[in-house]
């Protein structure tokens, strides 16, 4: 029995040795497999890209040409050997193992204590690698990216480098050095340097805010890519684009620049006429592919394409894209009940193709429709395929401008009512034999002068996102109305001058291929027109508020004066800058609510604005109040404002507390009094189905879910 115990001993002790000497063989194997760098790299690839082909491997690892295929195929035998790397058969592509991935650490982690052994200093860079620190590099880039001196830049970069060698770390980053070299820049009073040297992004905890935040991530990655690249594009354009005085205008609130991330890339508004684009059409799609299509005959080849048309030049205006030639193809259909549904589900269609552009909205896109041109039953099955989609959508992004010179409206006012009453965006101009001349904001298109006569520019580009403060020029008046029309002379000239530099940038990066849609649209941009516009905020409060002008005696004849001086102070400002069209225009932008909370918080609560919630100042002109009648003064006062700006006014009627009998009454009143105006419905769009409601509802009528959305007219 001892004899016996002892061999089973003496067996169990050989099979140990066994396996620990086959366990050191394969340590030893994979060690091998860890000195090349070539099979370190092949690891490294298939780790950070996923599985791969043979093909797609070989190339990514660096091995090119077909001399290399052997070597190649040597290293990823050995790592296929060692169990590192594994081939799906089915798939054929090569994928990193579990030990491959634990192998892979392990050299990270020989790499980088190798490094803290070796005394020396390593930084990574942007360009994502690893390079020994060099402080001529320093040198460089305050030479290049900063026009210091090269005799300054010796002196900053070796007390840089000093202040390098006491940090206390193996690794440096690019971003790390560049923030000591900008402290240094300010110790030595060197701001201006400084701030062409300075690293634009966000802090680590604005981006874990924005993920965590439910409305940023309604739009998924495409909200947060924009977000993200409008914050960064923002701080560029406020502190290396714009001269300082007017980013500090913009940031004391004396004016507000909209959308400034898309600034200097792409126009506010554009106009665009379909019908300019010749037998064959290239849209370019941002890709080496354009995309072509024929020229567009019937109302089936309109509807198949009206998504190309508004994705792609959506995504080259800001705010809106106004497209003219939609509806005189779609008046070739020859039934108007198929009409209605194919143009609602094109709508449809449509808003799923266009692009979020600034943060979370997505530009508007408007269909101009001369009414005069159709006959009542085919404006009707648009208006009604309209309607539909505006009952599809929570928040309609596609919206009609509907021009007519006679009486035509009349049998369609219904529809346009059941339309304005689900959401939708429609305004209604009159008396222009071309066709709609404004936007849906109520910006004008580019007039064009012919000797006596002007016609409208057929594709023209607007930039109008930067708007003037009334009230703290009031504020800043003492109740003094000529003092306060000269200083809204003085803040009209700088304000000319952003906007005049911001049209170059634009004109510039649009001969680069940024605008690809829109110039071939226009066959080249050189065709186009392009106007800047100044827009007037709170003009109301500034004139009858703050200035004291009674609305019923002196106020309306102040406030025509307040105008005529801003459009005659820019035309002549306008010339001196060679800038052909400098319109003034009273449009609703995101300035009345900024401007509003800045001066609260610098004069105290705004009296005039105490019984609104949130704070605003008035932008346009409100002619009901929310009532069914039209108050015959401000029809009267806005008539008279309308014929002054030459940028646009925006007019518009509050519907939202009128049943379907008054809504059609009150915009049948409009249209016969009003060059253009806009009827809005305030709603309610439900978070969880989606479905619109009345404001006033407590809770959803669809699914009685009480959280809702307030939906943006």
């Known amino acids: 029995m001892e004899t016996e115990s002892s061999f089973d001993y003496s067996q169990k002790e050989s099979r140990k040795g066994g396996v620990l000497e086959s366990a050191s063989k394969r340590v030893r194997m994979i060690f091998s497999v860890m000195a090349s760098p070539n099979r370190i790299d092949i690891l490294r690839i298939l780790n950070t890209k996923g599985p791969l082909t043979y093909s797609e491997l070989k190339a990514l690892a660096g091995f090119k040409s077909k001399k290399e295929s052997g070597k190649f195929a040597y290293h990823l035998r050995k790592l296929l050997r060692q169990l590192l790397v594994a081939l799906n058969k089915a798939e054929r592509r090569y994928t990193i193992t579990n030990l491959g991935k634990l192998v892979l650490s392990l050299a990270r982690q020989i790499e980088e204590r190798s490094i803290i052994e070796s005394g020396k200093m390593y930084v990574r860079t942007s360009r994502q690698t690893i390079e020994e620190f060099n402080s001529h590099k320093i040198i460089q880039s305050l030479v290049r990216e900063a026009n210091l001196p090269l005799e300054q830049a010796h002196k900053i970069t070796e007390e840089v480098e000093n202040k390098i060698y006491k940090f206390q770390t193996a690794y440096l980053t690019s971003s790390l050095i560049r923030e000591t070299v900008n402290s240094v820049l300010i110790e030595h009073g060197h701001e201006e340097y400084r701030n062409k040297l300075a690293r634009l992004g966000l802090p680590p905890s604005d981006i874990s805010d924005m993920l965590a935040n439910e409305e940023t991530m309604r739009n998924g990655a495409a909200g947060v890519m924009a977000k993200t690249a409008g914050s960064v594009f923002s701080e560029y354009l406020l502190f290396n684009i714009l001269p300082k005085d007017i980013a500090d205008m913009h940031l004391a609130g004396e004016i507000h620049i909209a959308r400034p991330g898309l600034w200097g890339l792409l126009p506010d508004t554009l106009f665009v006429n379909l019908s300019d684009m010749g037998d064959n059409l290239a849209i370019a799609s941002g890709h080496p592919t354009v995309a072509r299509l024929a020229a567009i005959k019937t109302a089936d080849e309109m509807l198949a394409a009206l998504p190309v048309f508004i994705g792609l030049l959506s995504k080259e205006a800001s705010t809106e894209v106004v497209l003219d030639g939609v509806v005189p193809a779609l008046a070739k259909a020859k039934d108007t009940i198929d009409l209605a549904t194919e143009f609602a589900r094109a709508l449809v269609s449509s808003s799923a193709a266009a692009s979020i552009i600034h943060q979370q909205e997505q530009p508007l896109a408007t269909l101009t429709v001369q009414s005069d041109a159709l006959d009542a039953r085919l404006l009707n099955a648009l208006l009604d395929g309209y309607r539909r989609y505006a009952d599809a959508t929570p928040t309609p992004r596609i919206g009609l401008a ?253 519907v939202t507390d009128l049943d379907a009998n008054e809504t059609q009454t009150i915009i049948e009143a409009a249209a016969m009094n009003l060059a253009f105006f806009r009827p809005k419905a305030r709603l309610a769009v439900c978070a969880t189905c989606g479905k619109k409601y009345d404001m006033s509802a407590s809770s959803c009528d669809s699914c009685k879910s009480p959280h809702r959305l307030s939906l943006k007219v």
């Open 402 to 654: 509907i021009s007519h010179s006679s009486d035509m409206l009349k049998a369609s006012m219904g529809h346009i009512a059941a339309a304005v009453r689900s959401g939708g965006i429609i305004t209604i101009e009159s008396n222009n034999e071309n066709g709609a001349s404004r936007s849906a904001s109520g910006i004008r298109r580019t007039t064009m002068i012919d000797g006596d006569r002007s016609s409208y520019s057929s594709s023209a580009m607007t930039l109008h996102a930067l708007s003037i403060n009334l009230p703290r020029l009031a504020y800043e008046s003492n109740k003094d109305e000529t003092y306060f029309r000269a200083k809204l002379a003085l803040a009209i000239k700088p304000s000319l001058a952003a906007l005049a530099m911001r049209k170059k940038v634009i004109l510039d990066n649009a001969r680069r291929g940024l605008l690809p849609a829109f110039s071939a649209a226009t066959h080249s941009i050189q065709h186009a027109t392009s106007s800047i516009v100044i827009n007037l905020t709170g003009a109301r409060e500034a004139v009858f508020g703050i200035l004291g002008h009674d609305e019923a005696s002196d106020g309306a004849e102040v406030f025509q004066k307040v105008l005529k001086t801003a459009v005659e102070v820019a035309a002549v400002q306008g010339k001196q800058l060679s800038a052909n069209s400098c319109a003034i225009a009273m449009v609703a932008d995101d300035s009345a609510a900024r401007f509003a909370a800045i001066d609260s918080e610098k004069y105290g609560k705004v009296s005039l604005l105490q019984s609104q919630s949130p704070l605003s100042y008035s932008q346009g002109m409100m002619l009901n109040d929310g009532g069914k009648d039209l108050d015959k003064k401000l029809v009267s006062d806005c008539a008279a404002a309308d014929v002054i700006l030459n940028g646009g006014l925006a007019a518009a009627i509050d």
